[in-house]
């Protein structure tokens, strides 16, 4: 029997943007906080925020525990809202005050062109990092946007500027370039 070939016609999805992100655990805490963080987080992705086109749950590995998702967006502008919103944003503030034993990532793919990485606190190379150099997210490389840039204008992309959920100047001491001193004080309203 031959086999079956369709394929996706985004026509109607010209800024798509897929990202793939995952938890994995550090430190014996870390499974605390994988089990205490996802209940919150996937209640969010089901209450289908504007502009989430598909979610699925992925398990990257089972030891050490390293979970995520592959989410699919309308646009950029409609993820940025999400990540700015609660509980996404109070989650992402605190772990950057304090990864709890876990390490963070996501990249992000466009439509239009261009990828995004960023790996906070990951004890080991996952995705692009096992291949690729890695460089401080600091200055343009702080936000997605900024790393970002579209494979045709080279530009960032165009739309919305969502202020983040904690600037640069919050996460880090003005002094130095590579020492964390964030302050929930510190934060944006």
């Excluded at 089972?62 to 699919?72: F, M, N, V």
């Excluded at 502008?77 to 700015?84: A, K, N």
């Excluded at 343009?140 to 900024?146: I, K, Q, V």
């Excluded at 204008?153 to 500027?161: I, N, Y």
């Amino acid at each position: 029997m031959r086999v079956q070939r369709v394929t996706a016609d985004l026509t109607e999805y010209p800024d798509l943007v897929v990202i793939l992100l995952g938890m994995r655990v550090r430190t014996p805490r870390g499974i605390l906080r994988l089990i205490g963080v996802g209940p919150k987080l996937y209640k969010s992705h089901r209450d289908r925020p504007d502009g989430l086109l598909s979610h699925e749950d992925v398990v990257w590995s089972l030891w050490p525990p390293h979970w995520g998702a592959r989410q699919y967006w309308r646009d950029l502008e409609s993820l940025e809202r999400w990540t700015r919103s609660e509980p996404h944003r109070q989650w992402w503030q605190q772990f950057l005050k304090d990864s709890g034993g876990t390490g963070f990532w996501h990249e992000a793919y466009f439509a239009r062109g261009g990828i995004d990485s960023v790996y906070d606190d990951m004890s080991a190379p996952t995705g692009l990092a096992r291949f690729a150099r890695t460089v401080p997210a600091r200055g343009r490389l702080f936000s997605t946007r900024g790393r970002v840039r579209d494979a045709v204008s080279g530009q960032e992309p165009r739309g919305l500027e969502i202020a983040p959920a904690v600037t640069e100047s919050a996460l880090y001491d003005k002094k130095t370039t590579d020492t964390p001193t964030y302050s929930p004080i510190d934060l944006p309203e």
